[in-house]
């Protein structure tokens, strides 16, 4: 009789261990659910953080596309006003020696 008592026993501790069980697995697989929906949330947020940094590169990559562009055509403009005073000192230079030698030729005779 008290091997039945006993055995009574663990067979109910038993079967409050598995309905303890049954409970501790829908509570994770409930939370699981969540942690599933908030990972997938989270994807998509960042997601849509990386395409707002990529649209953020891309139109910084084409403001400094466009400033070095604009400096280029500046920097192309200022060579050729450069290379025009230079042609003109030195024609101005060549008139200035041609009158000083005709001078001095006429001088010298």
Do not use: F
């Amino acid at each position: 009789m008290l091997s039945w008592r006993t055995l009574q026993g663990n067979q109910e501790r038993l079967s409050n261990q598995i309905q303890n069980g049954d409970r501790t697995v829908q509570e994770n697989i409930q939370q699981l659910g969540e942690v599933n929906q908030n990972i997938e949330s989270k994807q998509k947020e960042l997601e849509e953080l990386n395409a707002h940094v990529k649209a953020m590169g891309e139109e910084e990559l084409l403001k400094v596309q466009s400033q070095l562009a604009t400096q280029e055509a500046e920097c192309k403009q200022v060579q050729r006003r450069q290379s025009e005073l230079e042609t003109a000192r030195n024609e101005a230079g060549i008139k200035i020696i041609k009158p000083s030698r005709k001078y001095s030729k006429t001088k010298i005779l």
